[in-house]
């Protein structure tokens, strides 16, 4: 039983050490990002880029995308283009290691702020970009502008392509980011970003960023440039 117990641990942490060597993150600042995978098997959930567009070039390999319009596979010497408020899942093409750059690349807030008769979602989405750890009162905000909360949720989704909670969360887990880049502890980047303890963080992180923050923060200061 111990015997088993002590290879289980070693696999998981093989696991690990395969993930950390597969990725690699470059932000030279607020506007920019590069990702890159190396004979990458990993898998992101349905996510957004709320204030970036998104370039990728596939390298090796194939790479499936699924939005809105449905699936799409990426083989080498593809490029794509994800929008911002874009709802997206991606997952190896065929089950095999890829290989691919991905930038991310801020746009203009004029750009994502489009008037349209449901205003009050843009203002929920910057509310949340400002403060992603503060409570926010759905109910509160929909009676200020005398819709019910499940119109705001359905409206809010349909513009910035999460509900509020998953798009809330996001925000957290990339506030988390930037606190680890500017060498904040782990314990610290979770409070700070508004989850519950550390596990919270961790178990957010690793579904969104597909690493530890611990792995993160040991991977960030040497790719982050004096400012």
């Not at 759905?138 to 019910?148: F, G, K, L």
């Amino acid at each position: 039983m111990e015997k088993r117990d002590i290879l289980s641990n070693g696999e998981v942490f093989a696991m690990r050490q395969q993930v950390e060597k597969s990725i690699r993150y470059c932000r030279r600042n607020e506007s920019m990002e590069l990702i890159c995978y190396r004979d990458s098997l990993l898998a992101y959930p349905l996510h957004t880029h709320a204030v970036h567009v998104t370039f990728g070039y596939v390298t090796d390999g194939c790479v499936r995308i699924i939005e809105r319009d449905g699936e799409h596979l990426y083989r080498a010497g593809d490029t794509f283009c994800i929008p911002s408020d874009t709802p997206h899942s991606l997952a190896p093409g065929n089950g095999r290691p890829y290989s691919m750059i991905v930038l991310c690349v801020r746009i203009a807030e004029a750009a994502t702020a489009e008037k349209t008769n449901a205003d009050y979602a843009y203002q929920l989405k910057r509310a949340i970009l400002q403060m992603p750890e503060a409570a926010v009162s759905i109910e509160a905000m929909a009676r200020s502008v005398c819709v019910s909360p499940y119109h705001m949720i359905r409206v809010f989704k349909n513009t910035c392509g999460l509900t509020p909670h998953q798009f809330q969360m996001q925000c957290r887990i990339r506030k988390a980011q930037k606190l680890l880049e500017e060498g904040k502890s782990v314990i610290q980047a979770a409070y700070e970003a508004g989850f519950c303890d550390q596990s919270h963080l961790d178990r957010c992180f690793r579904k969104m960023v597909r690493l530890t923050p611990s792995a993160y923060k040991q991977m960030a200061p040497s790719n982050r440039a004096p400012e």
